[in-house]
């Protein structure tokens, strides 16, 4: 699963950009996608993609795959380009290249920095039940996900996805009622053991949220860089 | 996909403001309401249904090329309140994965949330009359054709730029830019509706399977 | 001695229609005592512990838990039971080990500074300071399973309640964590009751042996 792979990048990586802070990736994150919302010129949009795909390179994450998980998402803009400016001229790439852009913002982001920081950053603008409840969704997806891969593994073996379409369906239908009936149970569990370790509301993160550090500054020299040339090109 | 999360770019700003604060409020009801019955000990479901979701939407279905998301099966267990919550989480997760713009969230969540909130409401009026597997099947079909429905809405109101109302070119006229932009709506919908179709027809079928087998073996889950 | 635990001829039926019985003698736990419950896969010791705890609440039988019913006044005796599961990955809950070794005293309203002094001491008594910021679900079983038991030796709980501990554990860490149990439970007067289906291991730490088979509960030593 790609959140898995990401987290993966984030957890391991080394660089400049993964020892900065999360909040100043944030901020950087933020003022590259406002830098692509507010394009209005392919020249930009081309400049941030460059940027984009040489820091991918700098900070030695793998660009084949990243630039795979991109094209992914941009199947909605290229109904939208098409149908908006047909059959396919200025505008349309326009709107493919800010999908792209924008979309290689988050994946850096999150390729970056683990889950868990972006969650307890976000902890500080949103209720805590939202906070908490995506604390439990990370953990359960790295428990769950194991889970589903034995599963779909058997069934594949045992012949669940042969004999026809309607067969298929119905045997993948079986898999993920298995699937959500063990996640009630766990939630049950997970609820209870919450309980008896005192949970009153709020999963707490010792992190701070107002840390700076020197690796902050380039991402800060890269997104004025990045603001500059959006006004000059 | 039975779902079209909308990307960043494609949106006018102000539109994405309107969505957040929308949706801020939204949530902000449904916790009063999750507080005021004391419903606070399904956050680890909220959580939990969260990952299925996200998981259920990873796996590909090999024999055709559609994922599903289990939104209006989350609303049925959990909830129109919880719903909309999961799928504020769900789709800020999958806006970090690019699945959906981050500054799109707020839309989005209202588009996708509509999909829990009418998955439950239909449940809970169809099992009168019907089977729970066949109420289950046919709500989540007709809260994905209201949810793709929304999006068309969404894409048609916010493309509609103030300039084309009120900043008219030579030679052009309200009528002629109006004209202009219905065409491209008309063509968006015409494009994405087989999609939403199908992929809701495909959704449909998986959600009430699912319901047969949990009624099956656990069926204190749907009570 | 003060008897902190007593259960007896406890019945409980899951939703699912399984009906798991404890007959038989009393069970009884007294302040600092360490008791091991034996069983086989299936006999009933997770319910045992889960009727303790107070998450499952049986169908017949009594109960007390430091005087008094667990299901029904769990949060009068929560505070003062640490808890180890048999499956450690659906307790960690903390973004990294420390916040998750820290979360019941910040539950509990301690100071900052008495959990910063109580998670370090913790940390370096169970060998896994160098894992400190490290996000849980990327250890290994038995690092997991070490992150747990400081989550729970953490508070100091008068009762520590251990659903098959060893599981997953290296010999070296398995003899560790025994004897850093046996300090504890010496260090300040703690209660032990623990799981397991390992012979060997209940001989070498437990006070009293309790065996669960088919239902039925008796003292082996």
């Not at chain 1, 400049?47 to 990243?66: C, D, E, G, T």
């Not at chain 1, 972006?118 to 194991?146: E, K, N």
């Not at chain 2, 019955?37 to 024999?63: D, T, W």
């Not at chain 3, 008791?35 to 998450?55: M, P, R, V, W």
């Amino acid at each position: 699963m790609e959140i898995a792979f990401f987290d993966n990048l984030a957890v391991n990586g080394k660089s400049f950009l993964h020892n900065a802070s999360t909040l100043s990736k944030f901020i950087f994150t933020a003022i590259i996608i406002n830098c692509v919302i507010i394009s209005r010129g392919i020249n930009e949009l081309i400049f941030i993609a460059v940027l984009q795909s040489v820091l991918i390179i700098a900070i030695r994450l793998p660009i084949k795959r990243i630039f795979m998980a991109a094209f992914n998402p941009m199947f909605f803009s290229l109904v939208f380009a098409v149908t908006k400016y047909p059959p396919f001229g200025y505008d349309s790439l326009l709107v493919l290249l800010k999908t792209f852009s924008a979309v290689l913002s988050v994946l850096i982001l999150i390729s970056a920095t683990p889950f868990t920081e972006l969650f307890s950053l976000l902890g500080h603008f949103l209720p805590s039940i939202i906070t908490d409840a995506l604390f439990v969704t990370y953990r359960s997806i790295f428990i769950l996900i194991q889970q589903l891969d034995n599963h779909l593994t058997i069934m594949k073996i045992r012949g669940g996805f042969n004999g026809g379409f309607i067969n298929s369906i119905k045997n993948f239908s079986s898999l993920l009622g298995l699937v959500i009936i063990r996640s009630i149970d766990l939630s049950e569990r997970m609820y209870h053991i919450l309980k008896i370790r005192g949970y009153k509301g709020k999963i707490y993160s010792g992190k701070s949220f107002l840390v700076f550090n020197k690796q902050d500054i380039v991402s800060y020299i890269l997104a004025v860089g990045t603001i500059m040339a959006v006004i000059l090109l | 996909m039975s779902h079209l999360h909308i990307p960043d770019g494609v949106i006018d700003p102000i539109w994405l403001i309107l969505g957040y604060i929308l949706t801020g409020l939204v949530i902000f009801i449904c916790i009063n309401k999750i507080r005021k019955r004391n419903e606070e000990g399904k956050m680890a479901l909220l959580g939990v249904m969260g990952a299925v979701m996200l998981l259920a939407m990873s796996v590909p279905l090999g024999f055709i090329p559609f994922h599903i998301n289990l939104t209006a099966l989350s609303g049925i267990i959990l909830g129109p309140n919880y719903g909309f919550l999961a799928a504020f989480i769900v789709n800020l997760i999958l806006a970090f994965l690019g699945h959906g713009g981050i500054t799109v969230v707020g839309l989005n969540t209202l588009i996708v949330g509509s999909e829990a909130l009418f998955g439950w409401l239909f449940y809970n009026i169809l099992k009168r009359f019907l089977t729970r597997r066949t109420s289950a099947g046919i709500s989540a079909l007709i809260a994905i054709i209201i949810s793709g429905l929304l999006v068309i809405c969404v894409i048609s109101i916010t493309n509609l730029e103030p300039e084309m109302v009120f900043h008219l070119h030579e030679g052009h006229s309200l009528s002629d830019n109006l004209h202009q932009h219905s065409n491209s709506i008309y063509a968006f919908a015409l494009t994405v509706s087989p999609i939403i179709l199908l992929g809701g027809a495909i959704e449909a079928l998986i959600t009430s399977l699912i319901v047969s087998y949990i009624r099956k073996v656990k069926p204190d889950i749907l009570k | 001695m003060n008897e902190i635990v007593r259960v007896s001829g406890i019945r409980h039926v899951f939703p699912d229609g399984t009906n798991v019985g404890i007959k038989g003698i009393d069970f009884s736990a007294e302040q600092g005592e360490k008791i091991a419950i034996l069983g086989h896969n299936g006999s009933g010791k997770s319910t045992l512990l889960n009727t303790i705890l107070g998450i499952i609440t049986p169908l017949e039988g009594e109960i007390s838990v430091f005087g008094v019913n667990p299901s029904r006044e769990y949060s009068k005796i929560w505070h003062k039971i640490g808890v180890v599961f048999q499956n450690v990955d659906e307790q960690i809950i903390g973004p990294t080990v420390w916040d998750d070794i820290a979360f019941s005293m910040r539950n509990y309203g301690y100071k900052e500074d008495q959990i910063n002094d109580a998670v370090e001491n913790i940390l370096m008594e169970i060998g896994i300071y160098h894992l400190k910021d490290k996000i849980p679900h990327y250890l290994s079983g038995g690092e997991k399973k070490k992150i747990a038991l400081a989550g729970a030796l953490v508070m100091k709980p008068q009762l520590l309640l251990l659903d098959e501990p060893l599981d997953g554990l290296d010999p070296q860490s398995k003899t560790y964590i025994l004897n850093l149990l046996i300090n504890k439970n010496q260090e300040f007067k703690m209660t032990i009751i623990f799981t397991t289906h390992d012979y060997s291991t209940a001989h070498y730490i437990a006070d009293t042996i309790y065996t669960l088979e088919g239902g039925k509960i008796n003292i082996k030593r």
